[in-house]
T-cell receptor, first 115, second 115 residues
Framework: NAGVTQTPKFQVLKTGQSMTLQCAQD?????MSWYRQDPGMGLRLIHY???????DQGEVPNGYNVSRSTTEDFPLRLLSAAPSQTSVYFC??????????????FGPGTRLTVT | AQSVTQPDIHITVSEGASLELRCNYS??????LFWYVQSPGQGLQLLLK??????LVQGIKGFEAEFKRSQSSFNLRKPSVHWSDAAEYFC?????????????FGTGTLLAVQP
């Protein structure tokens, strides 16, 4: 199993550009989520999904969109990048609570810089 | 409000010395508790978790943590630190109820190991 994979590893955007951060998992996990990590702030939840076709907002959703058309993929879209979105982004997945899942598995991260 | 506090931003220990990293949480009921480690430029790896039962839990890499309900704490310990333990450590909690696996993270403790 590859686990949770994220692409790209690094990205530089100009203010106002859009892009999609890719996340995929091959563990058949129902639950997937996106976090951003900023110095001194730990990780904060952006959006999450409890299954294909179901998404919801986390703590810091503004400026980000998600969709979940398959169990495996959970892309994060930045519609109009802003310097405040400079961060390291982590995708995570787990089995659902109903399946006894609690431990989340994290991808290697995408480092995004917005100039 | 639900929160996780890691009061030590940065800790330096000598190789071979013992280590204790502090974590306190504020929650309506005892949540699920986790410790993650992040090596430089890497994703997060689960060290250990507490769901219920024995309040002293063993993890990978020789780490252990003790849950103390009266103090709302879940401190991470290691009897003898190795240079490879230099990393950032995050305490996290997740609610016991509900269908989601949302994690709330502390701000992290950066561990440096002196030779």
């Amino acid at each position: 199993n590859a686990g949770v994979t994220q692409t790209p590893k690094f990205q530089v955007l100009k203010t106002g550009q859009s892009m999609t951060l890719q996340c995929a998992q091959d563990m058949n996990h129902e639950y997937m989520s996106w976090y951003r990590q900023d110095p001194g702030m730990g990780l904060r939840l952006i959006h999450y999904s409890v299954g294909a076709g179901i998404t919801d907002q986390g703590e810091v959703p503004n400026g980000y969109n998600v969709s979940r058309s398959t169990t495996e993929d959970f892309p994060l879209r930045l519609l109009s990048a802003a310097p405040s979105q400079t961060s390291v982004y982590f995708c995570a997945s787990s089995y659902s609570r109903g399946s006894g899942g609690y431990e989340q598995y994290f991808g290697p991260g995408t480092r995004l810089t917005v100039t | 409000a639900q929160s996780v506090t890691q009061p030590d931003i940065h800790i330096t220990v000598s190789e071979g010395a013992s280590l204790e990293l502090r974590c306190n949480y504020s929650y309506g009921a005892t949540p699920y508790l986790f410790w993650y480690v992040q090596s430089p430029g890497q994703g997060l790896q689960l060290l250990l978790k507490y769901f219920s039962g024995d309040t002293l839990v063993q993890g990978i890499k020789g780490f252990e943590a003790e849950f103390k309900r009266s103090q709302s704490s879940f401190n991470l310990r290691k009897p003898s630190v190795h240079w490879s333990d230099a990393a950032e450590y995050f305490c996290a909690v997740a609610p016991k109820g509900g269908a989601t696996n949302k994690l709330i993270f502390g701000t992290g403790t950066l561990l440096a190991v002196q030779p």
